[in-house]
Nanobody, 125 residues
């Protein structure tokens, strides 16, 4: 079974940076695209980013485009989300998930087969 473990969350000030990691068990990166989703209390889950299993395409939600960058390291079976210029509205629990389709629009979370347990990000002064 595919397992994903997120790490790297924490408390940062507005304008700061943070890098999240998603460790994936087994050779998952050879078979699945990996996406990042986030959910704040009282809000719906939001697609943040996704990187294709081939590594040649990536997708970003409009709210993070130009500020976040997704990447992968196949030697470590790890996907990263580099977050810069963080805003208070980025505060949420961030999840990584495995998918065959790499979509980030509303409702696309049902295209993801496996999910991690999340890591909390808080942006506050």
């Amino acid at each position: 079974q595919v397992q994903l473990v997120e790490s790297g969350g924490g408390l940062v000030q507005p304008g700061g940076s943070l890098r999240l990691s998603c460790a994936v068990s087994g050779p998952t990166l050879d078979h699945y695209s990996i996406g990042w989703w986030r959910q704040a209390p009282g809000k719906e889950r939001e697609g943040v980013s996704c990187i294709k299993k081939s590594g040649d395409r990536a997708f970003y939600g409009d709210s993070v485009k130009g500020r976040f960058t997704i990447s992968r390291d196949k030697t470590k079976n790890t996907v990263y989300l580099q977050m810069t210029s963080l805003k208070p509205e980025d505060t949420a629990t961030y999840f990584c998930a495995a998918t065959l389709f790499c979509a980030t629009e509303v409702g696309a979370e049902f295209e993801y087969d496996y999910w991690g347990q999340g890591t909390r990000v808080s942006v506050s002064s």
